[in-house]
């Protein structure tokens, strides 16, 4: 499985067998006698090195979280010998990170003090694949109902509201002077306004937005910009002309009031659920249940 992984990851026997600190003969007999125990070719040679076959990538979903599920059992197994705590693996939106990580973090180690924390900052498109490897063991998202799939689990926290931010040409306030409500502005104006931030989940925030102007009659945006890094979206929506989705909580953060600016628009704002994912059937130790409980206190507080 180790094996299949690392080819997998650098395109290469060569490469692969540095990675694992073996010889190319010896892993190339590895993947033979994988090959052998599947009865299915898993690898294909390419001019640029190997790949896998159909066959070898539905493999290596599995053998990912195979890989994960060992590194929890030794980790559990150390912490039951009192030997360390297992590793808490979570990955969290931006609107978490800026509103409730510090609290969430404190209030964690006062009772988890040294256990091994690793968070990743993610959109829902690289969450859920994270998720099902087991490369986290707990997501904080906002998803879509259903959206997550019948392999993972959602917890339901309550509507995160999702508001416009960013900066409008000089060009498009013209369309202000048309509207009763100063400083706001209708959706069909906003549409070829500026570039859209957005990503290619089909479950999370951009997902609602799309389906949000979809049920207003906007057609197309002029211009559509994928985004999944929420630095690079905040340093657009700032520095240069573009219309970001973004959580309410996130514009009452006080360093960002005077960076990121609310887009205010005359039609209701979409919202969907905010909370948390894990696998179906995967129980979280003591370590990670209590993290989440932390981050559960945190979510309620935000959007109550």
Partial sequence: M???????EHGSIRRAAQSLSLSQTALTKALRELELDM????????????????????????????LAQMDEARAAVRHRQ???????????????SLVCLTETVSRF?????????????????????????????????????GAQGSDLAFENLGELEIALAGRLPASASRSRSKHPVPQSYDLADLAHAAPWLLD?????????????????????LGQAMECTSSMASLVLSSEGAAIVPTPRPILSVPWLAGVSKEIVVRQPLPS??????????HRLDASADWFAECA?????????
């Avoid at 180790?2 to 997998?8: E, R």
């Avoid at 969907?272 to 059937?281: A, D, E, I, W």
């Fill in 200 to 220: 290619s989940s089909r479950g999370g925030i951009s997902e609602a937005v799309r389906r949000w102007l979809a049920s207003h009659s906007v057609g197309a």
């Fill in 39 to 66: 009865q299915a070719s898993l690898l294909q040679r390419n001019p640029q090195g190997v790949s896998l076959t159909p066959v070898g990538a539905e493999l290596l979903a599995h053998a990912k979280l195979i």
């Fill in 2 to 8: 180790h094996a299949l992984v690392a080819v997998a």
């Fill in 82 to 96: 009192g030997l360390g705590s297992p590793p808490v693996k979570v990955a969290v939106t931006p609107t978490f």
């Fill in 109 to 145: 180690r006062q009772r988890f003090p040294h256990a091994p924390l690793s968070i990743r900052d993610a959109f829902l498109s690289q969450t859920l694949p994270m998720l099902r490897d087991g490369t986290i063991d707990l997501a904080i998202a906002a998803v879509l109902p």
């Fill in 296 to 304: 559960r206190l945190e979510i309620q507080r935000m959007l109550a």
């Fill in 272 to 281: 969907l659920p905010l909370g948390l994912v894990t696998r179906k059937g």
